[in-house]
């Protein structure tokens, strides 16, 4: 039998039997399957139902060869347990903090790697855009300086943007067309890709980890379109008394229940509009409701829209969708 042929964007083996399965085309002569035809011309993207154990099963393939990995990571959205992946992986890591371009110039890159550094082990850390094309020469230099054989791995959650940064090496350093589909969608590539820069190298695209507790999968907000703005963050600061609330979009509500007078600083997409008001007044009471002691120098992380940067100690209380996951972290910035 011949060897089954993949989608060129996403992965997935190629199929003209039945237009409900993955992987359809109606000719398989085609370079792509028709969920990324219609998503490359069309900019129509179909969900699919996503599966953890093919990413675990992924991971365990890699973890079975010793090649360099790349992990990348949203720096607006980084996990708090960034460790977990060496639970899967005894590779040598790269933490790739992309989408740099989010977050305002001012942001000192150094401070964001020295606290990375203090918390975790990892072969190297960079902090890069694809967009801007922010340290990519960097990260082309390290990737060649730490692989180990032909192939790297790219891995992380899904949207982190693993594709867009296969496809800029590719434009970049080959004089190869970049092909794989990307998409402001989670769970664009289905499958691994092994996408040849040159005959030293050769860049494994792989699916992303779909985390249901990003804000993401709260569809039903009408400001889910700006969670993966691509606008630089402008913050915005409020001085906040006990008592005051901010109602953030129509989805978030933070009371300030008890401390001095305090700062907090919205690293937010701008498009989500942001009201202070008396707590006695605040609306989204039908929300889950949890709370926090903030200690001084914590950001609250709302895994999917940001972050918010506090100063001083106080007491919080959240009201939000039960499935989005909060936590606290020391200032990042
Ligand atoms: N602002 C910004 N957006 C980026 C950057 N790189 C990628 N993106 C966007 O992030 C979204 C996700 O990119 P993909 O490359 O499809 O992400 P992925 O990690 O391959 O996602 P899966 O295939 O679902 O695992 C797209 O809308 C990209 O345009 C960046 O440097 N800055
Ligand atoms: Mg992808």
Redo the contacts with the bound molecule.
């Keep these: 039998m011949t060897k089954k042929k993949k989608c060129l964007g996403?992965g997935v083996t190629l199929q003209n039997e039945n237009i409900l399965n993955l992987g359809y085309t109606p000719n398989l002569e085609n370079a792509y399957c028709m969920r990324c035809f219609k998503a490359k011309n069309y900019g129509i993207h179909e969900n699919i139902t996503s599966n953890k154990e093919q990413y675990l099963k992924i991971l365990k393939s890699i973890n079975l060869k010793k090649d360099l990995v790349l992990y990348?990571v949203?720096i607006l959205n980084i996990p708090d347990n960034l460790d977990n992946i060496k639970k899967y992986l005894k590779n040598d890591i790269i933490l790739v903090l992309?989408?740099?371009?989010?977050l305002p110039k001012s942001v000192k890159e150094e401070k964001i790697i020295n606290y990375l550094k203090e918390q975790y082990d990892f072969k190297d850390y960079l902090i890069?855009?694809?967009?801007?094309n922010?340290e990519m020469d960097n990260l082309y230099k390290k990737i060649l300086k730490y692989k180990t054989s032909k192939e790297v791995y790219?891995v992380?959650?899904?949207?982190?943007?693993?594709?867009?940064?296969i496809?800029?090496i590719i434009s970049n350093y080959s004089n190869k067309e970049p092909v794989?589909?990307?998409?402001?969608?989670?769970?664009?590539?289905?499958d691994k890709i092994y996408i040849e820069v040159n005959d030293k190298l050769t860049l494994v695209?792989?699916?992303?980890?779909?985390e249901y507790s990003n804000l993401i999968y709260q569809k039903d907000s009408k400001y889910s379109k700006f969670l993966?703005?691509?606008k630089e963050i402008k913050p915005k600061t409020y001085q906040i008394n006990k008592g005051q609330s901010l109602i953030i979009g129509d989805f978030l509500r933070i009371d300030y229940l008890d401390g001095d007078r305090n700062s907090f600083t919205l690293y937010i997409s701008n498009k989500i509009p942001v009201k202070r008001i008396n707590s006695r007044h605040a609306t989204l009471t039908n929300l889950a409701y949890r709370e926090y002691d903030l200690k001084y120098h914590e950001d609250l992380v709302i895994y999917g829209l940001g972050f918010i940067k506090v100063v001083l100690q106080g007491k919080i209380g959240i009201y939000l969708d039960n499935n989005v996951k909060t936590f606290l972290r020391k200032n990042l910035i």
């Design positions: 996403c990348i949203d992309n989408k740099r371009d989010v890069v855009s694809t967009i801007n922010f790219l992380g959650e899904t949207n982190a943007g693993k594709s867009s940064l496809n800029k794989l589909t990307t998409s402001n969608m989670p769970e664009t590539t289905l695209d792989t699916p992303g980890l779909v993966n703005s691509k």
